[in-house]
């Protein structure tokens, strides 16, 4: 990938196998379109009521010319499910943006 990718792991030990799974899902993005500026994307597991099992958050900002685009909020118990529906969303957000220009 040559646009500049940021992963940060929050509230969680860091993983090598989400990492290669971020930079994969990063690159298809590029793939789909290639004036991605900046990437930056955030996994944390922050504390949740005991009823509930531990969640996983991902937050994506994509920045591409003349906007940011913003993925927040994308929750699961698994966090390779959490990742496809962040990526997803952020997938359909670039593709709004590309038919805009």
């Given amino acids: 990938m040559k646009t500049p990718l940021q992963i940060t792991f929050r509230d969680m030990p860091s993983s090598d196998a989400l990492d290669t799974h971020i930079r994969e899902k990063a690159q298809k993005l590029e793939q789909a379109f290639s004036d991605i500026v900046s990437c930056r994307v955030v996994v944390d597991q922050p504390a949740k009521h005991q009823q509930q099992g531990k969640l996983f958050n991902v937050r994506i900002d994509l920045g591409v010319p003349g906007k940011q685009i913003v993925v927040d909020k ?23 943006y590309a038919r805009q220009l």
């Fill in 74 to 96: 994308q929750e699961n118990e698994d966090a390779y499910v959490a990742l496809r529906d962040a990526f997803d969303a952020a997938r359909r957000q670039l593709e709004d």
